[in-house]
């Protein structure tokens, strides 16, 4: 009877020390895999160079006091952080690092969220699963007029949550790097799509699902507006 008792003993903690394993290795893949994605767009933008004309945005006044933003310095890893990532959006997204969603067009980073993430094509389940996608019919990356990105509120964009007006964030085009301030916070509808209207001056449009804990698929829009603040090649 002992010796059976010692033998599942030992069953178990092999059992135990191989589950460990599989985590480790999942999330390993996942950091190497949102690695990839950055590397991906800098050896693009080492090809093209200088060649491109940096954004220019427009000044556009907005009657607000915004307070300073915060002073973040943010450090390119290229690691995903789960904290506030749903256990389910978490899976997807590894699972999309088994696929191909083509090369990322910028990265966008907040620095309040502490967020780097790469900005793909489209909205399609394996682009939002692996980042932030480019809605279509809104400006193109890199070009003047209102760029609108999507991500989900269970994963890259749940920390969205904790935004606020005069919060910054920047965009790495392959002409440059362009800064936005914050200048608005809404939710509307789903059919509310007067927010992605075309501008004339450069702005980046976020829109996630909302409330961000809601079971099922959640009825209205969270949108964070920005304005292009500078530029730089």
Same mark, same amino acid.
């Given at each position: 009877?002992?010796?059976?008792?010692?033998?599942?003993?030992?069953?178990?903690?092999?059992?135990?020390? #191989? /589950?460990?394993? &599989?985590?480790?290795?999942?999330?390993?893949?996942?950091? %190497?895999?949102?690695?990839?994605?950055?590397?991906?767009?800098?050896?693009?933008?080492?090809?093209?160079? $200088?060649?491109? *004309?940096?954004?220019?945005? !427009?000044?556009? #006044?907005?009657?607000?006091?915004?307070? *300073?933003?915060?002073?973040?310095?943010?450090?390119?890893?290229?690691?995903?952080?789960?904290?506030?990532?749903?256990?389910?959006?978490? =899976?997807?997204?590894?699972?999309?690092?088994?696929?191909?969603?083509?090369?990322?067009?910028?990265? /966008?980073? &907040?620095? =309040?969220?502490?967020?780097?993430?790469?900005?793909?094509?489209?909205?399609?389940?394996?682009?939002? $699963?692996?980042?932030?996608?480019?809605?279509?019919?809104? #400006?193109?990356?890199?070009?003047?007029? $209102?760029?609108?990105?999507?991500?989900?509120?269970?994963? %890259? +964009?749940?920390?969205?949550?904790?935004?606020?007006?005069?919060?910054?964030?920047?965009?790495?085009?392959?002409?440059?790097?362009?800064?936005?301030?914050?200048?608005?916070?809404?939710?509307?509808?789903?059919?509310?799509?007067?927010?992605?209207?075309?501008?004339? !001056?450069?702005?980046?449009?976020?829109?996630?699902?909302?409330? %961000?804990? +809601?079971?099922?698929?959640?009825?209205?829009?969270? &949108?964070?507006?920005?304005?292009?603040?500078?530029?730089?090649?």
């Amino acid at each position: 009877m002992k010796k059976r008792l010692h033998l599942l003993e030992i069953l178990a903690w092999i059992m135990g020390l #191989a /589950l460990v394993a &599989i985590w480790g290795g999942s999330r390993l893949h996942a950091v %190497f895999g949102s690695k990839s994605d950055l590397q991906k767009f800098q050896q693009a933008k080492e090809a093209v160079g $200088n060649s491109p *004309a940096p954004l220019q945005p !427009e000044t556009i #006044a907005v009657d607000l006091e915004l307070p *300073a933003p915060e002073q973040v310095t943010l450090v390119t890893t290229g690691e995903v952080d789960y904290t506030l990532w749903a256990e389910g959006r978490i =899976k997807k997204y590894e699972e999309s690092l088994l696929q191909d969603p083509g090369a990322p067009q910028a990265i /966008l980073r &907040i620095p =309040k969220l502490d967020l780097e993430v790469a900005v793909l094509e489209g909205t399609s389940d394996l682009v939002l $699963n692996r980042g932030v996608g480019r809605i279509e019919g809104t #400006a193109q990356v890199g070009e003047g007029g $209102n760029l609108g990105l999507a991500g989900h509120r269970d994963g %890259f +964009f749940r920390g969205l949550k904790e935004i606020q007006v005069g919060d910054t964030m920047e965009l790495e085009t392959l002409s440059g790097t362009h800064s936005y301030v914050i200048d608005n916070l809404s939710i509307v509808s789903p059919q509310d799509v007067y927010v992605l209207d075309p501008t004339e !001056e450069a702005r980046i449009t976020l829109v996630t699902c909302y409330p %961000f804990y +809601f079971v099922g698929k959640a009825p209205l829009r969270y &949108i964070v507006h920005s304005r292009a603040t500078e530029s730089s090649p």
